[in-house]
């Protein structure tokens, strides 16, 4: 299909929004056409088999046949419709509409009837019918031509070639770009919630590339089966994508796809998508999939997602936890769960266990592409759930890469995004590695803004990207090759880092203050004592003595307290009020001892992130002790953490202007302003 005619049938399509402004809001439109699209699509497409499916339906209903996998064969496809309704007869009969309407979608097989019930097209057919609407938009569908294959004006007959086959008309992967062009007016006419529907069409191209290049030789080999998983797959767009980048590099290939969706609009028009291009609808499982695994114990070649930035996974918290705490290793979130309020790297646990295994003989395994903002990269201390889920994936040896992106390319976020590519079957010379590819220049402005998106990627900076992605990967397997500025290669254990406490001792003077005898008076453990108010006027005569030494304080104390005829107590919980308030902090004070070793002071610890392949001791010597030569490390609080600080590994100092060519340019302003100025007063 040209892109005029695609164009053309999108416009057919859409021209409906006319009809719809005023009783619709813009952000619904895509509730009545994208359905509508759906049912005449169907119906063109069941056209040529309906009477065979119509007469089997008579010649078998009362047998004990299995109609729902008996009359698929008739249809030729994998749904189809006892009615002898059309949307054509439906609108000549305006009498009834809405009535004949919904008995006609009712007909439909039950995969299809729970697409359009989805979409809630019953209460969108009643709303039209309320607002006379109703004749008017079905019959704009009525007339628009979705037809598999060119057919006769006059009689209705499919036409054939030249070659005795059908001549094409609207191919089911045409269809799917007619299909997607309606999808994304729709996620354009709701910016608000456009994020939640619809990833932009070019990042989802570069990402397959990205996920798919490695393969391409191996994709190009005739009979090429590969099946692809979305587990967020939102309208489908990022398996349309895999699809047709994979048969544009062998048309023969059989490409399989399956996904899950939570939120029921998109998944009917990802279910819709999968039923116009004659894939099964049955792959795509609606509900979430971290409660409720739509494809449990089964794996892919190709996984990728565009999950949501940042959403809590409060709503399955019991669900995800009991699988972490009952199946451990052998679920899907062994390896730690994030916090609540990001469910980001479950979703890269889940894509991980649908991997395929490697064989003995090196065949197998898969490759995962996923969009992430910067969080999973760093957030989280060291043994912390994140943490630990970098921590799993970098020792399994899975992350291949990670891209960064430029900001401002999503719909409904500004923030920047980053490809994590992970695959189970790197090549040899890429083994306990990992690349990153910083490509957040690679942009143009857009003319308008789409929500929050003001930027898009263009053709040839995807493949620009998608080139220099496959030369970092090689670059990987060979040390000698020169890498791109914009590419760093880095061994796993890079990543990881000791989080080191450095301990320095606690050091008092004591002295007792009027400030001394008022926080003794409000202790909770002096206060327990029989005698609490007499051993603060015992202590009165000493206010403004001070001593170095706990043992002489502690001797100064007893004999004042034996003058005022108070007793010494007894116990660590007076012993330890009694220092804590006595004692003040000296950086020339006594060391605290604690069992013959120097007590730490809690407010001078400090943490250090040492990396994996330092010596601790070492980075202790070199770092800190020429600072605080009394410094230590306390090596039962040691934790082993990992992070990926992207940044900070492509940041690059720029030195502030000279002040001279700051001072110009304000007095330049300055001028400006005055001249402005000038021109209002006059």
Known sequence: MNSSKHTELANHAWSVADLLRGDYKQSDYGKVILPFTVLRRLECVLEPTRDKVLADYERFKDRNVDLARFLPRASGHRFYNLSRYTLKSIVNDSGQLAKHLLAYIGAFSENAQEVMERYEFAQQIRRLDNANLLYRVAGRFADLDLHPYERDKKTGEVILGEDGKPVPNVTNHQMGYVFEELIRRFAESSNETAGEHFTPREVIELMVNLLVAPDDDALSIPGTSRTVLDPACGTGGMLSAAEEHITKLNPSATVTVFGQELNPESWAICRSDMMIKDQDPDNIKFGNSFSDDGHRGEHFDYLLANPPFGVEWKKVKDDVENEYETLGDSGRFGAGLPRINDGSLLFLQHMISKMKPVTADGKGGSRIAI?????????????SGESRIRQWILENDWLEGIVALPDQLFYNTGISTYFWILTNRKAKGHQGKVVLLDARDQFAKMRKSLGDKRKFVTPEQIKGITRLYGEALDAAQDPERPQHSKVKVFANEDFGYRRITVERPLKLRFEVTEETLAALATSKAIQKLSDADGLTTALKPL????WTTKRAAWDALRKAMAEGGVGWPSGTAFQKAMRDIVGVRDPEGEVQQVKG???????????????????????????VLPHVPDAWIDHEKTKIGYEIPFTRHFYVYKPPRPLAEIDAELKALEAEIQALLGEVTK
């Open 543 to 546: 206010v403004g003595q001070i």
């Open 597 to 623: 070793s120097p007590e730490p002071d809690a407010e001078l610890r400090d943490y250090e992130n040492v990396p994996l392949h330092e010596d601790v001791e070492e980075y202790l010597r070199r770092e």
């Open 371 to 383: 969009v992430f903002n910067g969080s999973p990269l760093f957030t989280g201390a060291a043994e």
